[in-house]
């Protein structure tokens, strides 16, 4: 069974960082891209980063650009989005999904709260 | 502003049809990237319930269908029912953005 599991969201301050994992399970995660979208309280979905299977490819949502770097680990099964320079306005749940060019596999979220 | 357009919400009664448009531009939908779409109970995790513009996931009934034609696209439920209360949200592939997009989310109601 194909599995997501997000952790590392927490409450942060304003300008602080913070780095959120997914570890995946089911599949092999070499096989595939990754991505992680988020979601503002009361907000729609918003697509922040994707990394191709060898990492070489990474693209980035323009308002996370130059503050969030995703990376993976395919040994360990895992995927990262490092941010820094968090804004109260990057406050959401954020959710790794499995990039097939959409999304079948998500998992359930990792809250990221930023305070002022 | 969503880059793909839905309207915010859309009704209907047990048993009816309902639609759920998406709108796009000749740099995603009418570029001939797929279309899919995602149900999400709040709370929840969005769910993949159409993907490549029509097609269903094993376990997803036949009560929802997807189309595409030129640069918009539409998610059509018959049967409704109460469970089906939901948002929806359609995304694709923006090649001028290099990123996926998404609808701002349509919410179902069930009266």
């Known amino acids: 069974e194909v599995q997501l599991v997000e952790s590392g969201g927490r409450l942060v301050k304003s300008g602080g960082s913070l780095r959120v994992s997914c570890r995946a399970s089911g599949f092999s995660l070499n096989d595939y891209a990754m991505a992680w979208v988020r979601q503002a309280p009361g907000k729609g979905l918003e697509w922040v980063a994707y990394i191709s299977t060898t990492s070489l490819d990474k693209y980035y949502a323009d308002p996370v650009k130059g503050r969030f770097t995703i990376s993976r680990d395919n040994d360990e099964n895992t995927v990262y989005l490092q941010m820094n320079s968090l804004r109260v306005e990057d406050m959401a749940v954020y959710y790794c999904v499995r990039d097939e060019g959409f999304g079948k596999y998500w998992g359930k979220g990792t809250t990221v709260t930023v305070s002022s | 502003q969503s880059v793909l357009t839905q309207p915010p919400s859309v009704s209907g009664a047990p048993g009816q049809r309902v639609t759920i448009s998406c709108t796009g531009s000749s740099s995603n939908i009418g570029a001939g990237f797929g279309l899919h779409w995602y149900q999400q109970i709040p709370g929840t995790a969005p769910k993949l319930l159409i993907h490549e513009n029509n097609n269903r996931p094993s376990g997803v009934p036949d009560r929802f269908s997807g189309s595409k034609s030129g640069t918009s696209a539409s998610l059509v439920i018959t049967g409704l029912q109460a469970d089906d209360e939901a948002d929806y949200y359609c995304?694709?592939?923006?090649?001028?953005?290099?990123?996926?997009?998404f609808g701002g989310g349509t919410k179902l109601t069930v009266l």
């Open positions: 995304q694709s592939y923006d090649s001028s953005l290099s990123s996926w997009v």
